[in-house]
C-alpha cells in the first residue's frame, strides 16, 4: 500500500461531505417550482389576466418537462458528465425560478417555469447515479436522505407560498426559492474544482484526491456517465403486459397526483376557504407522500403479489375524491389525509421495476418504458380536470374524468402485480 491510500481517512464520509451537501441540496430543489406556484395560481391569473384553462396548462408543465428530459439527460450526462450536468440542471433550475418573479406576463412566466421544470428534470435523472458513484457504500442510507429531502422540498415550498406572498407579493414568493438552486450550484462547483485540482496540482489535498479517485474509477471506460449507460435488451419491452401495467399505474398515479397540486387550493377557495388553507392543505397532501415513500418499498419487497395494495391505494382516493367533489369543508383534513395515501402507487411502481426483472438491461428497459410513457399520459391531468371545471362551472365533470383514469390505473395495477418478470414476455 502506497504512503497516499494509506493515509486515506477511515471515516466513511470525511472526503465526500461536498457531493453529499450537493446531493442534498439538488434533492431539496427538485421540487420547489412545483409548489410553490400552485397555492398562487389564482392571485398570479388575476394579476396576468389569465383564466383556468391557463392553470391547467401551469399543472401540465412538470410532467411534460420530466417526461422530455428523462428521455434526454442521458445523452446530455454522457457528453459532459454528470457533476457538470447536474451543475447545469441546478443552474436551470435557479435562473427559472429567479425569472418567474420577473415575468412581465403569462407567456413569459410559462417559458420560465419550463425553464425550472427542465433543470430539475435533469436532476431527476442524474442525482441517482451520483449516490452510487460517490457512495457506493452508503446507497442506501444517502438515498433515503435524497427522497427525505425531496418530499420537503415539496412540503415547505406550499406552506410558504401563501404568507411569503401576503407579507412581499407573489411576485417574491416565487423568485425567492431561486435562492435554493443557487446554494444547490456551489457545491458542485467546489467539487468541479477539487477534481480539477486533484488532476493539476501535486500534492493536493486529501478532499481532492477522494473525489477524483471516485471520479475516474466511474469513467474508467471513456465514458463520463457510465451509471447512465442503457444496457442493449434482447426483447421488446413494449410487447410485455408487465410494461404496460407498470406505465399505467406509474402514469396515472402521476396524472391525479399533478392534478391535485394544481387544483386543490382552488378547489377549496370555491368552497370559501382562504388561499394559505389551500396551500396548507397541498402541503398535507405531499406530507402523507413522504412517509408512504418510505414504507411501500418495504412491503412491497415482502408481498408476492401486492395488489390488495393498490386496491386499499384506490378505496383511499374513491374516499377522498367524493368528499372533495360533495362536502369539500366537512371534513377537510380527512379527504387530504386520504388523498395523500392514495399515490402510494408511486413507490409502489418504482419499486416493482426491480422485482419484475432480472436483469440490469431489463430493469434499464422498464424504467425508461415506464417513466417515459407513464409521464406522458400524466400530462394531460391537469389540463383536462381543469378544462371540464370550466365547462361545466363545476367539479363533477372532473371527478368524474379522475375516476376514469382511476379505473386505468387499476387495470395498470392488475397487470404490473402479477408475480412475474417482464423477460417472459417482452
Known sequence: M???SSALPRSPWRGRLLVLAGIALSAFTLRTAVTS????????GEGLGFGTTMTGVFGMVPTAAFAAFGVATPAIAHRLGL?????????????????RGLAPGTWTLLAASALALSGMGIGNVVLPPLVKRYFPDRVGVVSSA???LLQLGTILPALAAVPLADAAGWRVSLAAWSLVGVAAMLPWIGVLWLERRAHTTPGCSQRARMLAEAHDRAVASGDAAPELAHPPARGRVWRSPVAWG???MFGMTSLVTYSMFTWLPTLFADAGASPAFGGNMVALFSTLGLATGLVMPMIAVRVANPFPVVLACLACFVTSFLGLWLAPMAAPLL???LLGLGPSTFPLSLVL???RTRTPGGSAALSGFTQGLGYSLSCIGPLAFGWLHDLSHAW??????LGLCLLMLATGGWLACRPRMLEDSW
Open 83 to 99: 457533476e457538470r450536468t447536474v451543475l447545469l440542471a441546478m443552474l436551470m433550475a435557479g435562473a427559472g425560478l429567479f425569472l
Open 246 to 248: 407498470l406505465a399505467l
Open 335 to 337: 379527504w387530504v389525509a
Open 396 to 401: 363533477t365533470l372532473s371527478f368524474a374524468f
Open 353 to 355: 421495476i426491480n422485482l
Open 2 to 4: 502506497n504512503t497516499a
Open 37 to 44: 406556484l400552485t397555492p398562487l395560481l389564482d392571485r398570479i
Open 146 to 148: 435524497y427522497i427525505t
